[in-house]
């Protein structure tokens, strides 16, 4: 099992940038794909990015891709996402979830694990 804590989430003008951080628990972070899933109110969850066990294939939703960024660092345990040319529309609670099964997935029922979410607000 692996517990997950995002940070970086905040209140950014429109076009500006933020990076959020994806911390885990445990001692076998390499064997989880990670996404970063998000939710906007009264909308259903939205895949955004995600990134293989070793950090080399990622998937993009067509809303962010060229606009953000999934890597992660298997030494420190974290996962993240570099998030530019912000949009009024990313505002939304995004969270870090994490499947050892399977591989790269886009579909956020396929995650096992979450963590509590961070807001991001974009203002324009």
């Known amino acids: 099992q692996v517990q997950l804590v995002e940070s970086g989430g905040g209140l950014v003008q429109a076009g500006g940038s933020l990076r959020l951080s994806c911390a885990a628990s445990?001692?076998?972070?390499?064997?989880?794909?990670m996404g970063w899933i998000r939710q906007a109110p009264g909308k259903e969850r939205e895949f955004v990015a995600g990134?293989?066990?070793?950090?080399?294939?990622?998937y993009y939703a067509d809303s962010v891709k060229g606009r953000f960024t999934i890597s992660r660092d298997n030494s420190k345990n974290t996962v993240y996402l570099q998030m530019d040319s912000l949009r009024p529309e990313d505002t939304a609670v995004y969270y870090c979830?994490?499947?050892?099964?399977?591989?790269?997935?886009?579909?956020?029922?396929?995650?096992?694990?979450w963590g509590q979410g961070t807001q991001v607000t974009v203002s324009s």
């Open positions: 990134v293989s066990r070793s950090g080399g294939p990622t």
């Open positions: 445990g001692r076998t972070f390499s064997s989880y794909v």
């Open positions: 979830a994490a499947t050892n099964i399977g591989g790269l997935t886009p579909t956020p029922g396929r995650y096992d694990y």
